[in-house]
């Protein structure tokens, strides 16, 4: 069931799968279901829901942007969505995972491992590998699902990304007030607003939205802040 229904669904967000991609997600649904038992990954326990609302709506990204040979950076991973689910339909993507939790991080090497994809995994916190020279605007896209508003995610994202290059949100269909609110914040840290993106997950009534951010300018030293600065208010 959840193969028919990646296959399907990724043809309908026209990213054809490469080899072996049906397969990779049933591994990774496994691993995903077996770890929760352990500690939290996803509130989605049922394959079909994991199919649609994390691997489809992941995939769409890869459809929205072209990632091959780029560059993908994917902030506060979690289980590894989008950034894996990308990487199984997108494996020409050269993808670093970030999440501020060991486990996970620790969870999505052995993932990685045992799929045979090559990936950077890597426990941090997006606000200070934004400091880092090592990961400072060196990725051509940054990408996050669920993490935090707009105006917040912003600062954890765009110091990441390298000028020329583009911050992807995942939003729901209601984000008009948090882009609104993210506007100041996302001019003062180098970057604009680009398009915005609507699609349907396949197979559900579910509309969701892909901000498109351009770095146009580097990021001014002062930014990334502190967690607590970041949370407070806007730069
Ligand atoms: N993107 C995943 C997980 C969302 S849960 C999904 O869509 O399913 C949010 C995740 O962000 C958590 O795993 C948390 O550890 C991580 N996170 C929150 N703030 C972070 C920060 N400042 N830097 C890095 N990771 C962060």
Redesign the pocket.
Known sequence: MLERIIAEGASALGVPLPEGAEERYRTYFQRLTEANSDFN??AIESEEDAARL?FLDSIAVAGLADLRGRTLA?????????GLAIKIAVPETDLTM????EK?IDFLSRLTRELGLDCKCVA????E?GRDPEYREIFDFTV?????RLRVLAE?CLPLTKVGGRFLA?KSDDCGGEVEEARAAVSALGGEFGEIREYTVPGTGIKRRLVVVEKTAPTDARFPRR?AAIAKRAP
Do not use: F, N, Q
């Not at 994917?74 to 989008?82: M, R």
């Not at 970030?98 to 939790?101: P, V």
């Open positions: 990954l996803t994390h994917d902030i506060g991973t979690g289980g590894g969505l989008p970030i999440d501020a939790t996970k941090g916190r997006a606000e590998l996050s699902r669920a993490v935090a954890l995942m967690w």
